[in-house]
């Protein structure tokens, strides 16, 4: 489908940014694509953040719980919240 499309092609755009060591544009192609995003898209915005900045990873775990449940979110979240201490 379109949608499946659409995610696979903004799951790409953040893969290369994460690969390039850009998290903030990763965090920023998420945010203007994340209507086309899902949760493979959104687990590799964070992905791309832990490295450049825990802050932005922690954010966009809140806002993953919020979204998709609980899960392995909180796992991760306790996971970056360690790797800030």
Request: glycine share 8%.
């Amino acid at each position: 489908s379109d949608s499946d499309f659409d995610a696979a092609v903004v799951g790409a755009m953040v893969n290369a940014c994460a690969l390039g060591q850009a998290w903030e544009l990763a965090v920023a192609t998420w945010q203007i694509h994340h209507g086309h995003s899902n949760e493979v898209v959104h687990r590799s915005a964070i992905a791309a953040c832990e490295l450049g900045s825990w802050q932005m990873a922690l954010a966009l775990l809140q806002i993953y719980h919020h979204r998709y449940g609980t899960g392995t979110a909180g796992t991760a979240i306790a996971t970056v919240a360690a790797m800030a201490a």
